[in-house]
């Protein structure tokens, strides 16, 4: 089996999108397949423009640093050159588009559909809903995605879903399309096998991820700045590279126990989500955001440590309030507090909710099932 894997991501080191492709790459490469990422975007530091990653190979398109006019005039011909070269006769040959159809990825899609690969979507949000500001360029290829995305899927074998929500979208809209719902996984689930914390009696909130619109900092800053009030021994770590108006909020504050650590590399970032006492995701109450997943969860609940989600998506589908984590309305600040005042002040409960959370992580959000969900699926197309 080959497979081509497409994104706009970076790679091998990147966000959620990034690891979400990882994990599926390097699993299917244990398998036996023969593995290449092609990758339109490869612009940060981390990254080499091509090479090897535990078995996976990977290279950029075109490099952006040429004139805009050149990329965009070549990018066709450069995909073409690629999807050609990795095709193998007598072989079964699949390309997997990461997202919908689009300007970049339409090329990907007509090129891989007449070479005679099998042509799969992985979709993970419904950017026609997002909370975001676009660029001119977004917002362009966002409207081109929804009036071409009906006549592209003529080239589509079969499509991956993250959520229940797109789940019942696409099936409306592509009734006879093979299908299939692959939640988000937890790439940390064997890291160190769940390590011991030191007990005290301070305890460390934690968020990590994106700052955006979508994912409810200013809810969870107003939450922890209220309860600190009345728990000094609590303080709040975000992980990530904050946005100015998020750190200039914290600043009026004036709250001292709320702490921004920047980018982590991967080792230090995992550390520091093992190490929290609790952990927040927060995703606002918003048609983009219940359209997706928060890939964050999965990561989360793989510590064992408690973690206090808004219920969003697909939340309360895999995971039971009090059980398995502590669930908070999203877009809602007296709902936060509560939701920290109750793991505070019930310290009993904390680890038993962890492992029940450390349990349905494997259960739902494992890497090696749900990458063996895609193979099998790859396989029926």
């Known amino acids: 089996?080959?497979?081509?894997?497409?994104?706009?991501q970076h790679y091998p080191y990147g966000m959620a999108g990034t690891l979400r492709i990882k994990l599926f790459t390097e699993f299917l490469v244990r398998k036996g397949a023969s593995v290449n990422v092609l990758i339109s975007n490869q612009d940060n530091a981390l990254n080499s423009q091509s090479g090897s990653h535990n078995g996976v190979n990977y290279s950029t398109i075109i490099d952006k640093k040429i004139p805009k006019l050149l990329f965009y005039l070549f990018y066709p011909l450069a995909v073409a050159f690629k999807i050609l070269k990795f095709k193998k006769k007598n072989h079964k040959n699949y390309i997997v588009i990461y997202g919908n159809v689009d300007l970049y990825t339409l090329p990907y899609v007509i090129i891989a559909k007449i070479s005679g690969y099998k042509v799969l979507l992985d979709i993970v949000e419904d950017y026609g809903l997002t909370d975001e500001s676009l660029s001119w360029k977004g917002k362009v290829n966002s409207w081109f995605s929804e009036i071409i995305m009906p006549y592209g899927m003529k080239f589509?074998?079969?499509i991956v879903v993250i959520s229940m929500y797109l789940d019942n979208k696409y099936k409306v809209m592509f009734p006879d399309m093979p299908l299939v719902k692959i939640p988000v996984s937890a790439?940390?689930?064997?890291?160190?096998?769940?390590?011991?914390k030191p007990s005290s009696e301070d305890l460390c909130f934690v968020y990590c991820g994106s700052f955006g619109i979508k994912d409810g900092l200013d809810y969870l800053i107003k939450a922890f700045d209220n309860v600190s009030k009345n728990h000094p021994n609590i303080s709040l770590k975000l992980l990530g590279q904050a946005e100015n108006e998020i750190i200039d909020k914290v600043n009026s504050l004036e709250n001292y126990n709320i702490s921004f650590t920047g980018f982590l590399p991967d080792k230090d970032y995992w550390k520091a989500i093992h190490l929290a006492d609790i952990l927040c995701m927060t995703r606002i109450d918003s048609p983009?955001?219940?359209?997706?997943?928060?890939?964050?969860l999965g990561e989360y609940l793989a510590t064992g440590r408690p973690v206090i989600a808004t219920d969003v998506s697909d939340v309360r589908y895999y995971l039971d309030d009090k059980i398995d984590i502590v669930m908070a309305k999203p877009s809602d600040t007296p709902s936060l507090i509560n939701a920290m005042e109750y793991l505070i002040k019930n310290p009993d409960k904390r680890d038993l909710i962890g492992m029940n959370g450390y349990e349905k992580c494997t259960k739902y959000f494992n890497p090696e099932v749900n990458s063996q969900i895609l193979l099998d699926f790859i396989n029926e197309i």
Do not use: C, R
């Not at 089996?1 to 706009?8: G, P, S, T």
């Not at 983009?288 to 964050?296: E, S």
């Open 288 to 296: 983009f955001a219940h359209a997706g997943f928060p890939f964050k």
């Open 156 to 158: 589509i074998d079969g």
């Open 187 to 196: 790439a940390n689930l064997s890291y160190e096998s769940l390590i011991q």
């Open 1 to 8: 089996m080959d497979v081509i894997f497409v994104i706009n």
